[in-house]
Every structure is written in structure tokens, then in C-alpha cells.
């Protein structure tokens, strides 16, 4: 049975930073593509960033660009999201995802697999 776990969530104020991890059990996601999701309550889960197996190939949101950093060591079969600079808007619960394919995408339904997700929330 497939799991991903995130942790690292928690409370700062804007301008701090929070470290993501997520990392995966029940088979192994070395060759495949993985991602960070986030939803704010009454909103729709929109894409954050998302890597490549090998680390070299990655995505990010418009909102993400320059503050936010996605990184994988697949030996863990992890992988983690620092985020600096955070901002209110950036408040929501942020989930890992991953996919059975290769490719670098940003569509929820593109992905297999979830984790519970882990809340994160930035005051002013």
C-alpha cells in the first residue's frame, strides 16, 4: 500500500520560512514525477511545484517563483519544499503528490497518489 507523509507544517508570521518533507512508502517513486499541492479553505487545490526523478527538471507556480524550492532525494524516496518569504496568502494545507509517470505536471488529476496533507499557516 502506497503512503505519502508530509510533515513540517506549522504556524509563522509572514516573511519566516517552513520546510516541507514528504516522504514515501510501498513502492518506489525514483523514477517518477512527484509534487506539492496546497488548498485554502473554499478555494480549489492548485499546483505549487513539481520535480522530475532526477531532481533537474522542476515547476513552479506564478505565486512560488524565488520564494519557494523543491528538492527529492530519491535514495529516501522524499522529497521537500523550503519556502522563504512567506506571505498570508500562502496559508492553506499543502499536500504531496505522486504520479506513475515521468513527466513534470501540474493538473491534481494527473497525480496517483496523495498524502493527508499538512497545514501551514502564515499571520501578518
Known amino acids: 500500500q502506497v503512503q505519502l507523509v508530509e510533515s513540517g507544517g506549522g504556524s509563522v508570521q509572514a516573511g519566516g520560512s517552513l520546510r516541507l518533507s514528504c516522504v514515501a512508502s510501498?513502492?518506489?517513486?525514483?523514477?517518477?514525477?512527484m509534487g506539492w499541492f496546497r488548498q485554502a479553505p473554499g478555494k480549489a487545490r492548485e499546483f505549487v511545484a513539481a520535480?522530475?526523478?532526477?531532481?533537474?527538471?522542476?515547476a513552479y507556480a506564478e505565486s512560488a517563483k524565488g520564494r519557494f524550492t523543491i528538492s527529492r532525494d530519491s535514495r529516501k524516496n522524499a522529497m521537500n519544499l523550503q519556502m522563504n518569504n512567506l506571505k498570508p496568502e500562502d496559508t492553506a494545507v499543502y499536500y504531496c503528490?505522486?504520479?506513475?509517470?515521468?513527466?513534470?505536471?501540474?493538473?491534481?488529476?494527473?497525480?496517483?497518489?496523495w498524502g493527508r496533507g499538512t497545514q501551514v499557516t502564515v499571520s501578518s
Open positions: 510501498g513502492r518506489t517513486f525514483s523514477s517518477a514525477a
Open positions: 503528490a505522486a504520479r506513475n509517470q515521468t513527466g513534470v505536471v501540474d493538473v491534481p488529476a494527473q497525480y496517483d497518489y
Open positions: 520535480i522530475n526523478w532526477s531532481g533537474y527538471i522542476t
